[in-house]
């Protein structure tokens, strides 16, 4: 299966917690969106109406009574293949002298789209309203990204000298076949 998402702002190499969270926050929507989709929210209902027995692993994760939910995970087997476009607010070329490396950012975005390994990865700071939902994710892990792609442009109408614009393109794989991830093709 393919999907688009697309964030807009900041994007620092080698960010803290909290800049990283907000890159989570920003593109928490259009991830909740394709999880409550028709085609992906089997793999949820188990753990949203309490009955996936104890042995099987929870498609989310849980810290202080902050629940992330992910969507590509080692249970189903699943892993991406992500085409990075980036539209810098700079000459192509400057990114060493403009907001850090492009391989750093793009840790920096790698560590975003992935669910916090730690309560230490959500900033003090976090204003999040979780509610009984929680927050979506892209991925259980960032060792889940099979192949990467970017190419970066010059953006030829920035929003400020500091702020990106992302299209993330995203291509789900198995990597075993079983009833529960045929979706994901």
């Known amino acids: 299966m393919e999907f688009c998402l697309h964030y807009y702002g ?3 190499s080698r960010d803290d917690a909290t800049g990283k969270h907000a890159i989570r926050q920003a593109l928490h929507e259009q991830v909740r969106s394709l999880c409550t989709s028709d085609q992906f929210t089997h793999a949820f209902e188990s753990d949203l109406n309490g009955t996936r027995p104890a042995d099987e692993p929870r498609m989310f994760v849980e810290f202080s009574g902050k629940r992330f ?10 892993v991406v293949d992500l085409n ?3 539209l810098m607010p700079h000459n192509v070329g400057r990114i060493i002298y403009n907001g850090g490396d492009i391989d750093n950012r793009i840790k920096t975005l790698f560590d975003a789209l992935r669910v916090p390994a730690a309560a230490s990865e959500i900033p003090s ?3 999040f309203n979780y509610g ?3 927050m979506y994710c892209l991925l259980q892990d960032d060792k889940l990204i ?3 792609s970017i190419r970066s442009y ?3 109408a920035p929003m400020d ?3 990106v614009r992302c299209l993330i393109e995203v291509e789900t794989k198995i990597t075993r076949a079983f009833w529960g991830n045929l979706n994901f093709v």
């Open 10 to 12: 900041k994007l620092k």
């Open 69 to 78: 939910w992910f969507l590509i995970s080692e249970y189903l087997a699943t």
């Open 84 to 86: 990075i476009t980036i």
């Open 125 to 127: 700071s976090d204003s």
């Open 132 to 134: 009984t939902s929680g």
């Open 146 to 148: 099979n192949r990467v």
């Open 154 to 156: 010059r953006d030829q």
């Open 161 to 163: 000298g500091d702020s």
